[in-house]
């Protein structure tokens, strides 16, 4: 329960998550205030905000599971991070990394970035899910950074208070918690300004946490300055007149840098002013005054990142029993083709292993701007990290253990496990839509919040609870990895490093027999797919943007009194298509659902469900039994055959092989 929410009398509360009864004897009536709302711990989908009013003798309730507009209690989340630095100090880097941290924990954060609103007016973050294309901007040369050029000083002024006007209205009426002003903020003056701007626009509602980056490390400032040529300042020019004007800009920038003191802290003492900075990168971290639950969670996560050069491997385990037959979680064995799966994955990844270990020797890699580090890692590990269950532990066996040579190491997490289905464990995805309705529609209403019932089931924001830690883990460490687990999992971790949307946390399209390689770089990260094809028991690259914008097929349901279900054939979406024209299935369905390439590995048989569409009946006629389904034109079976000869028509190498066998027969 949050601190600081409207006070309590006397009552008796029932919360809708435990169905717990919570007894209050007596608490004394508190009102609240702006200290205590920001101290608070409040966690989406682990913390609530509850209003009990009984004055007139009833039990109110209110849950929230999210910060939503007009709610007290969300003042709790509000956090404004303001940047301080000299360019190429690593600013950027850090602030989206910590950007796409809290955006996956599901406090809302926004990049507030100066210098693109020099560049271009209005101008917004790429669509992509990955690196997307540098549009023009307008560029200006070092003598525009020369602080003594009064005309240039209160332009670049005006684009500052232009941009922190814009994040403070992100705060406080766009639903926004974190808000990171990224400028380099080099003077006292200027960020006392800031401190008094937002203190006084915000009536003190917004926590300040100023971020400082500093870098001694003159091989890292190399690097940095030698990236920002591929930026959009440098791109069409020069290299080496490029290198003059960015050296020239920073020198502007030196001669007025003043670094975050103890003077500084007692002049804004009454404004309980924190404030964090960075040494090379993390090497080093001092910290001041970091009181509440949002910025204790900035560095600690702060604390716990590195620039090392590696490879982070995601893949679903191989299929299982319960994926053929479409049922919900258990902890079933592989089948002949998930162990076929299982048995191609090792050799893959020593293969990629080798290419990377190759790759760093290579000369060229050694001074390329577009990696960490100027000397080849050598001594990397390889880990291979699973769930608890059978089907992980099983895909993981194949790979060679150190009594037969082999030098990876092997750990399972329980925070790896598949989400919990609870009471509804082990039941068929037609017995979820048809017996158990209600859940099914809740399900389909709130994706990310709903939880399963019972005991066990989770919600996609309590995975992401759990896996917090894992995140923080795979950020610290310095060796390669291969975590083989489960689609909701996969989903979740590579939302956090594509850094998605909310909506792409429950619809990403991920399926068996996909293997993402993720390498962190300075500029944010490179990914990479593979897909298995059974034929050739080999792995081929695909096109990760148009896979990572793909969605989840899912049947949509909307029951009523007056509708009954009419199955439909819905045709396959083509990879061109943009994956807002996706209908969205259960995780257990989506393998007979995808539309595949020839010779595709495929979670279950291959065959495509229909989907259902609801059309109304007349009152009197409607019926409520689910089990009645009025079949449109075709049975369901002719529909899955119709399709399977489609697929087979369309692997010409199938064909081939198919006409040989029939001409020989008929010999």
């Known amino acids: 329960m949050d601190a600081g929410d409207t006070s309590f009398g006397t009552a008796t509360a029932v919360s809708s998550l435990t169905s717990s009864k919570l007894n209050s004897p007596m608490i004394m009536s508190r009102a609240s205030s702006s200290s205590a709302l920001t101290s608070a711990i409040s966690i989406p989908g682990q913390t609530m905000n509850l209003h009990v009013v009984n004055s007139n003798g009833s039990e109110q309730n209110q849950l929230n599971l999210l910060p939503s507009k007009g709610d007290t209690g969300s003042e709790a989340l509000k956090l404004a991070i303001i940047c301080v630095g000299l360019p190429a100090t690593g600013k950027s880097y850090i602030t989206k990394k910590l950007q796409r941290y809290l955006n996956w924990m599901q406090y809302n954060t926004k990049i507030f970035n100066v210098g693109n609103t020099r560049r271009q007016k209005n101008a917004k973050p790429s669509g992509y899910p990955v690196q997307g294309p ?39 009426v766009e639903q926004g918690n974190v808000g990171i002003f990224d400028a380099t903020n080099t003077t006292k003056a200027r960020r006392s300004w800031i401190i008094e701007t937002i203190t006084k626009r ?125 049922r919900k979680g258990g902890d079933s064995k592989l089948t002949k083709r998930g162990e076929q799966f299982a048995r191609a994955l090792p050799k893959f990844i020593c293969k990629k292993r080798q290419e990377f270990k190759l790759r760093h020797l290579n000369k060229e890699y050694v001074n390329d701007e577009f ?39 092997f750990k399972s997490f329980r925070m790896l496990n598949d989400l919990g289905c609870g009471s509804l464990d082990s039941i068929t995805e037609e017995e979820f839509r048809t017996k158990y309705v209600d859940e099914y529609r809740s399900q389909m209403a709130e994706k990310l919040t709903y939880r399963y019932p019972g005991l066990g089931g989770e919600s996609y924001l309590d995975v992401i609870s759990r896996l917090r830690p894992m995140i923080v883990e795979l950020e610290r460490l310095r060796d390669n990895v291969l975590i083989i687990s489960h689609r909701v999992i996969t989903r979740v971790l590579l939302c956090y490093f594509m850094n998605l949307n909310k909506e792409m946390l429950t619809e990403l399209d991920v399926q068996h027999g996909y293997i993402y390689c993720i390498e962190p770089k300075p500029y944010g990260l490179d990914l990479k797919i593979w897909q298995y094809d059974e034929m050739t028991d080999d792995f081929y690259e695909v096109d990760e943007i148009e896979l990572m914008k793909k969605k989840r097929k899912r049947v949509s349901i909307s029951i009523g009194s007056n509708f009954r279900p009419i199955f439909k054939k819905t045709v396959s979406p083509d990879s061109s298509i943009s994956s807002s024209e996706y209908s969205s299935s259960s995780e257990e369905e989506e393998d007979g659902m995808r539309r595949r390439g020839p010779n595709v590995y495929r979670g279950t048989d291959g065959i495509e469900p229909e989907s259902y569409e609801f059309s109304k009946m007349h009152s009197d006629t409607a019926s409520e039994d689910l089990d009645t389904v009025i079949m449109d034109e075709r049975s369901p079976a002719d529909q899955d055959i119709e399709h399977q000869v489609d697929e087979i028509l369309k692997n010409e190498k199938l064909v081939g092989l198919l006409r040989e066998k029939l001409q020989n027969l008929a010999l």
């Open 371 to 409: 990696s960490f580090h100027t000397k080849p890692q050598l001594e990397q590990e390889f880990n291979i990290w699973t769930s608890n269950l059978k089907r992980t532990l099983q895909t993981a066996s194949y790979f060679p253990q150190e009594k037969d040579g082999g030098d990876f190491h």
């Open 202 to 326: 915000t009536e003190g509602a917004v926590k300040i946490l100023f971020l400082e980056s500093i870098c001694t490390d003159q091989e890292l400032i190399e690097k940095n300055i030698r990236l920002k040529l591929s930026g959009p300042d440098y791109k069409d020019m020069d290299r080496d007149l490029a290198l003059n004007d960015f050296r020239n800009r920073l020198k502007n920038y030196q001669a007025v840098y003043e670094t975050i003191d103890e003077e500084e802290e007692l002049e804004n003492e009454k404004y309980d002013i924190q404030y964090v900075k960075i040494m090379n990168a993390g090497k080093k971290v001092v910290s001041y005054n970091i009181s509440g639950y949002l910025s204790s969670q900035c560095v600690f996560f702060l604390l716990n990142f590195n620039l090392s050069d590696r490879q982070i491997w995601l893949t679903v385990n191989g299929e299982s029993e319960f994926n053929l037959a479409n």
């Open 134 to 172: 540098t549009l023009d901007r307008t560029s200006h040369d070092a003598n525009f950074f020369d602080h003594s050029n009064k005309d240039s000083f209160h332009q670049r002024e005006q684009w500052a208070r232009e941009t922190l006007d814009d994040l403070i209205q992100f705060l406080l």
